[in-house]
């Protein structure tokens, strides 16, 4: 039957080979230009030689003669406004949150981050994948790339590159050049030179260009492909090592805005568009789907350009453009094979979602069972965050259990797992908001006003959602059947859903934007502290130091908050913070899902992959917490690995000598260098690592002893330095981690035995 069969869009599918081959044309290409840069086959003089060609000669010449020969007459300029205003909404959305954010405030970073959200690389790798996907269904597709690109160069980027101008001259007193400097840059751009010039040239054609013009220009335009590609892999060269530690939440936040945010808000912004300019329903999806591939291509490497040029977040922007490259991959794949599909059968679909839902609610269990686990013999567990993620993952149980519970069929089986959804889905989205105003009171407020507000969080979390099941109870909302998801659910429950997500939604960014402030009102607090206490030390005389304006003596904002219960402070501020902007994410996700069913109930390929997307981070929001905070559960089993790994260590424990058995020579040696060099060969080379399973609070490496030992001239070559180290060993001034070696020059860990 037809309702059981998938209808492709025009009647045509996009083959799964083909949309590899663009793949694999793509960042084959690219990992080709990563391996010449980094091995050294080309230098930076030829890579800037082959940026020119690129942006000079070859993509020009490639944007006039696709231009000059478009009809114009057949261009949806509705759909092209839809994705101005989309790109609009995000640009101000960033721009809006970065300059909450940072502190003190800087117009350029806030300009940059924008650009990178929304300009896309749509010519080097957007033109291969749209014409794989649209080659045959709809070519007109392809062109509209080059009426894109615009949208950024001449609306939004001026806005960018004004505020980068702003910062960068900051304390210049002149600033009468600064608009005609940004007009300049933007007429002189060779991008939107030849966008104006290829639709004058357009006009000027009747969009057929004269074939000796046409063969010159596509001479050009045919290198650009793979040139930009190798490019970008060129580019790429020194930007993956920066990609690690608390450096990663910046550009994740970024990549999640420019991947997730841009083709959801792209796709529902034209699908609004073009039902009020009442376009045919087709090609509303048609066009609405195309928004959202598009908006999956990663950013532009331009950006990284504008970075340099102006000095501002050079390797963080680098490090977000390799990774967002790289991340697109699988999300442009997975798109551009549900782009082809435009109409899914109900049936069929919700069968599958039921199915996959109830596979992730058993892994779920499972996962929030061994979290409890963790949790509760953790003493951390107790600190306020960890008490509303213990509550969260509560709630996440109870929404597990009542999707199983929804297959089983015993009398009430359906009454029971309906509760038990609806009140794990509401508590979680609500405690959702709870974490983020925990966060951020902990930043600017004392651990008791954290503690009184515990219970407020508990009684919303799990009052409100039963008040709302009772409402949507009273209101004739039906018990849904076995098969049926949230995403299936009633008008009734689709509005209380959204009102929900929405305000949890709204309340997690705001209160995460300022858990931001608070933190970094705080750094500055303590580098005037700091500041101040070197001037009372320099003096001997400490006089009265003034604090900020707003902040409350003796509780400073952002100290480690002390639980009075457990006398513990919260280990996991990174760890929480990056929990909440996951479950933001998954707000975001769900939100868009229930607008869509509210407003346009056609199942199309896209709908399917953000469903699928909405039931894992529904139901699979505790393997994300279990991911987040696994490592708990190695620290449970830390002291038998430890003995395990020490039992089954390289090597046999060090022997060393009596202590009235140590010759004069090092005595008198461990002696000089306790006296005199110890603190401050602590103070510089000693820090937190890690090594296999275990942190090391205070260790460091035998190579950054003897640089050390170099650098005050203790010693004259390295080989001194293993000596010296040598001695310090033998005299217990030091020793190894697990005392499995003696002293050598390489990334061995010791620890100074007065730690």
């Not at 058993?362 to 929030?368: D, R």
């Not at 219970?455 to 979390?461: D, L, N, R, W």
């Not at 209160?511 to 502290?529: E, F, I």
Request: proline share 5%; net charge negative.
């Amino acid at each position: 039957m037809e309702d059981d069969q998938y209808q492709e869009e025009d009647g045509v599918e996009v083959p799964l080979e083909k949309l590899y081959s663009a793949l694999i044309e793509c960042f084959g290409v690219i990992i080709c230009g990563y391996i010449a840069g980094r091995v050294g086959l080309i230098k930076e003089q030829q890579t800037q030689g082959l940026a020119t060609f690129v942006g000079t000669f070859s993509l020009p010449c490639l944007i006039f003669i696709s231009l000059a020969t478009l009809d114009l007459s057949s261009v949806n300029w509705y759909f092209l406004l839809s994705v101005f205003i989309s790109k609009a909404i995000v640009f101000a959305f960033v721009l809006l949150i970065t300059l909450l954010v940072t502190r003190p405030v800087d117009p350029g970073k806030s300009g940059l981050y924008a650009i990178f959200c929304t300009q896309s690389n749509d010519f080097a790798i957007g033109f291969p994948i749209i014409s794989t996907v649209y080659g045959n269904s709809h070519k007109d597709f392809v062109s509209y790339l080059y009426l894109l690109a615009p949208v950024n160069l001449v609306m939004l980027n001026p806005i960018g590159f004004t505020l980068m101008e702003i910062s960068k001259n900051k304390n210049s007193t002149s600033r009468t050049h600064l608009p005609l400097r940004v007009i300049t840059s933007i007429a002189t751009n060779p991008i939107v030179f030849m966008t104006a010039l290829g639709i004058a040239g357009n006009f000027l054609f009747a969009h057929e260009v004269p074939d000796a013009l046409e063969a010159l220009l596509k001479v050009f335009g045919s290198a650009f492909t793979a040139s930009a590609l190798f490019l970008l892999g060129l580019r790429m060269v020194g930007s993956v090592r920066n990609f690690k530690g608390e450096a990663l939440m910046v550009p994740i936040c970024l990549i999640a805005v420019k991947e997730l945010v841009l083709p959801l808000v792209t796709r529902e912004v034209s699908s609004l568009v073009l039902t009020w300019a009442q376009f045919p329903a087709n090609e509303s999806i048609a066009f609405s789907t195309y928004g959202f591939l598009y908006g999956t291509i990663p950013s532009a490497p331009g950006v990284f350009v504008y970075a340099t040029n102006y000095g501002l977040e050079v390797k963080l922007i680098a490090t977000a453009m390799v990774a967002c490259t790289f991340v697109s991959a699988p999300l442009m794949f997975i798109s551009a094979k549900m782009v082809s599909i435009s109409h899914l059968s109900p049936s069929k679909t919700l069968s599958s979602l039921a199915a996959f839902d109830l596979d992730l609610s058993i892994v779920g269990i499972f996962a929030c069972v061994i979290l409890l686990s963790v949790f509760t013999f953790k003493r951390s567990a107790w600190s306020a965050p960890q008490k509303l993620t213990m509550c969260f993952v509560l709630s996440q149980l109870f929404g597990c259990i009542g999707t199983i519970t929804g297959h089983l069929y015993w009398p009430y089986s359906q009454y029971t797992a309906y509760f038990l959804m609806n009140f794990g889905d509401f508590s979680a989205r609500i405690l959702t908001a709870c974490l983020a105003i925990c966060l951020a009171f902990m930043e600017s407020r004392n651990y008791a006003t954290v503690n009184h507000f515990l219970p407020i969080f508990y009684g919303i979390a799990s009052g409100i959602p039963v008040l709302l099941i009772v409402i949507a109870s009273l209101l004739g909302d039906s018990i849904p059947s076995p098969e049926r998801t949230t995403l299936a659910s009633s008008t009734i429950v689709e509005t209380i859903d959204i009102f929900v997500l929405l305000v949890s939604l709204i309340v997690s960014v705001v209160y995460m934007v300022l858990q931001q402030r608070y933190k970094r009102r705080y750094a500055r607090y303590l580098v005037y502290s700091r500041e101040a206490s070197a001037t009372c030390d320099s003096t001997h005389t400490c006089e009265d130091v003034p604090t900020p304006q707003g902040e409350e003596q003796p509780v400073l904002p952002g100290t480690p908050l002390l639980d009075p219960c457990s006398g513990n402070e919260d280990s996991h501020p990174v760890h929480h913070m990056a929990l909440v902007f996951f479950l933001v994410c998954a707000l975001f996700i769900s939100l868009a899902l229930h607008i869509w069913n509210v407003v346009d109930d056609k199942m199309t390929g896209v709908y399917l992959e953000l469903a699928f997307l909405d039931v894992f981070f529904t139901r699979g929001q505790s393997l994300i917490v279990l991911f987040i905070f696994g490592l708990d559960i190695i620290s449970l089993m830390q002291p038998f690995c430890r003995r395990v790994m020490e039992t089954f260590s390289q090597g046999e424990t060090i022997t060393l000598p009596n202590v009235e058995e140590i010759p004069s020579e090092t005595q008198h040696l461990c002696d000089q260098f306790n006296t005199y060099h110890i603190q401050p060969c602590q103070t510089q080379i000693v820090r937190r690592r890690r090594m296999k399973l275990w942190d090391f609070v205070a260790c460091f490496t035998g190579e950054d002893l003897v640089s050390w030992l170099l650098s005050q001239g203790l010693i004259k070559d390295r080989e001194e330095g293993v000596v010296y180290g040598s001695h310090l060993l033998t005299g217990r001034v030091l020793r190894h981690v697990n005392n499995a070696q003696y002293f050598t020059d390489d990334m061995a860990l010791f620890v100074f035995n007065s730690n």
